[in-house]
Each structure stands twice: as structure tokens, then as C-alpha cells.
């Protein structure tokens, strides 16, 4: 039976490598759609969590855990642990190591995968990377590691989009960009991915597909870095960036509305754009000048944050030494659990080497979530004797906002959620 026919009867075996933020909604929504699906997750503490049917994805409850799990799902360490896949699905990390790319991650998963790659069947790379890496690095590693040739398998590469808590769009109704290194390979991306979500959208080439992805994001980037440095100057000329971005957004065609923040953080933004900007620097040895002006305004949103709040202190006569600030939100953006590469940790690290004592507080990063050694999550109802300042640094729903507006003698709003309320203080 071919493997198009095995997707569309559902009697293919699904391995997803890497079990995070991307791996894990694409595994219970195959195990949903009538697949056997094996996740394989390194992380053991992660492991046993999902064993235990305990989510840590926002996007997927216990109980969709617990369903995946009744309908075939099953968390292992090792992908030689189960029956050989027909499809493998590779969503594992790739994070810079020193300002550059490392495909470390990828390369072992991909070690992993040539043990047990047999003839026919099909890879399929979805981690954020630079256009050249499925053809160029996964391809060989495959080959090399399974003993088969290209076209013995199949290969492609479909950016994941997922948004982390979007109410709106996640993986089912977000259309999917499919590629593959020949034409069966992407036909099958295209039907596996087919018959997980409403819309698949095949490109020509596994880079275009990658290329997509990066685009998407560096996008964000520099629009995000666009206002972020507008929010800088209207500030100095005593305008207000949130009414402007408001009244700018009226426009029906050929404006989208970016709004100014602490900085950019999670596994996106801070990375992907250095990812394209290393492989055009590698390829053409040109500046990719728009990602470096970017990462350089986003980077120092936190130092402007600390700026303004050092001021806003001054203005009361107060030294930021022995200060008492309240940090409100470590998560980087509003309703996630996510810290990874949050401005809100630059913001308090630097406030507490200018000798602030800092309390952090984020109603949505639960008591058992890892955090940095150096941070230590309290409830605002744990708030008690004299506070100087808090610093409003991600909007979650969580937060009761007119008791923040009421609560603190002096707030400093970067995400612009006590507009409409009274409270002492200013907007970023
Ligand atoms: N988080 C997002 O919003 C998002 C959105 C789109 C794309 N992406 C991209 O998707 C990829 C994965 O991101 P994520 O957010 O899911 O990361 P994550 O860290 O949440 O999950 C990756 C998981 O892979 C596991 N892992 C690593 N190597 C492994 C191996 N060899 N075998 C088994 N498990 C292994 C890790 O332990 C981890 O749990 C990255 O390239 C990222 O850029 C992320």
C-alpha cells in the first residue's frame, strides 16, 4: 500500500520528534484524526508529565492529552522504543549559540531518525530554520545514518505558525505551508499535513517553504522594532504613540496595526530573523541591514524601560537604590506561560544591578514551571508593605487591572492595558 493510501486510511504510524510548544499540538491533533502517534520527548521531566497526561502547552488541556492518549497517543524517550514509523515529523529547538545559528538539535534528531528510516517512508522537518537546511544538512545526515539514497524516503519541510493562546487561529485553522525535496515527497507532506488541518498551501521548494517562515517573522520583527523606536521619539516630542497607532489603524488597506513593548521574546522573534540574516551574510556577504537595525532597537526596549522608570523614581525623589518594584508579568507576551528570551527578565535583572529590590508576579506561569534560578514568581495578594513603582510588562487577562490602577502609588503601563483607568503614572 502506498504511503498516500496508509494517510488516508490512517493505519500510517506518526512519530513526532520533540514534544514542545510545536511538537506536541501536531501529535494529539494526529492521534485525533485517527493516526497512531508516538511523541518522543528528551526531556524526562517533560516525559513523565505527558505520561501522566499533564500538559505544559497552553494550546493543549489535559483533558485533549487524555483523549490523544485513549486514541492511540503514546509519550516515549526513545523513537527505537516503538513500532517504525511511516512518518516522522522533526519539531525540535534551534536556538542561536553565540549570535549564530545551531542546528545541534536537528543534527541529533536526525541521528535518531536514520536508525530507524526504512524504505518509503517519509521526514518531515518543521523547526524555524534557515532556507538550505532539509536539502542541504538534514538530507545528508539522513542518508548517511539510514544507509539509503535520496529518493529511497521522502523529505520535506512545513513551517509550523501556531501563535501560543490565540483564541482565534491555531493549528487547525491556520493554512499550512507544505514542501518536499521531489514531487511524491511533497504530495505527501501535503496529504499528511492535509488531514490535520483545513488548508494546506504547497511551494515549490523545501527553502521557499523556509524562507516563508522567516519572512513571516522577520515581518513582526521590524515592524515591532518600527514602532518600539516611534514609541521612543513620540515620548520625547509629547505624543501619544498608543492614540496615533488607534487612529493610524483606522485605516481599511495598507497599514497593520504593531504596538510598542518591553522588547520581543519566546523562541520566535529574538532568533529567527538572526537565522536568515546569518545565511544571507554566508551566501552573499551583504548585511541583511533591516534584521541588524531591528535586533538592535528590540534589544534595547528593556534599557529604555529601566530608563523611564529610573526617571519616573527621580521625579519623586527617589533613588532606584533599595527601591521596592513591583514587576508585573515575566511571561513575554499576554495569556502564555512562555518566559523563554522575555524582555520582562532583562528588565528586572537590570533593575535589581541598579540596587532595586524587584518582586516578580505573573498569575499565568504556574508554581511548577521552571523558571531562572534568579527569579522567584509571587502573587500580587502575597504584596505587602511599602512599593515604590510597578512596571506593567505583559497584558495578561489574569491580572484584575483596576486593582492595579488603584493599588501602586506609581505604574509605568509598556503594553497600554490601564488606558481608560485612573492611576498615577505613564504610558511607554
Ligand atoms: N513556540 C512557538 O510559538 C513556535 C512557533 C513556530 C515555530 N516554532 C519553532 O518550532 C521549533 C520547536 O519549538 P518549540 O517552541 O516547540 O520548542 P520546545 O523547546 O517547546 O520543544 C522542543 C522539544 O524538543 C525536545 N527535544 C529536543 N531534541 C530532542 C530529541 N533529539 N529527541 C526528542 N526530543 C527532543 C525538547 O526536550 C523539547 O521538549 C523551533 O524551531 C521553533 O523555532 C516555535
Redesign the pocket.
Known sequence: MSLEELIRNRTAIVAV????????PVAVRAAEVGFKVIG????VS??EALQSCVSF?EDVSDEALVNATSLGYRAV???GDAPVPDIIV??????LKDGLPDLG??R??A??VGEVLVKGACVIL????YPGTTEEFLLPILCERSGLDRGDFLLGYS??????GNPNFGLVNTPKVVSGIDEDSSEVVAAFFGALVDQVVPVASCAEAEMT?LLE?TFRHVNIALVNELARFSADLGVDIWRVIDAASTKPFGFMRFTPGPGVG???LP??PSYLAWQVRQRSGQPFRFVELANDINDHMPDYVVERVVAMLNDERKPVKDSRIIALGLAYKANSS?W?ESPSLAVVRKLRELGAEVTVCDPAISKSTPVPEDIVISGVDAISGEVDLAVVLTAHDLFDWDWVARSFPLILDTRNVLRGREFLGEWL
Open positions: 520528534i520533540g514534544q514542545g510548544y510545536v511538537g506536541l518522543v520527548e528528551s526531556n517533560r516525559l502547552v524517550a526513545n523513537l522533526i519539531s525540535v529547538p534551534t536556538p538539535f536537528i541529533e534528531a541521528l535518531d518543521e523547526s524555524t530554520t513551517p509550523e505558525r501556531i501563535d501560543p517562515k517573522n519566546g523562541h520566535c532568533i529567527d512562555d523563554r
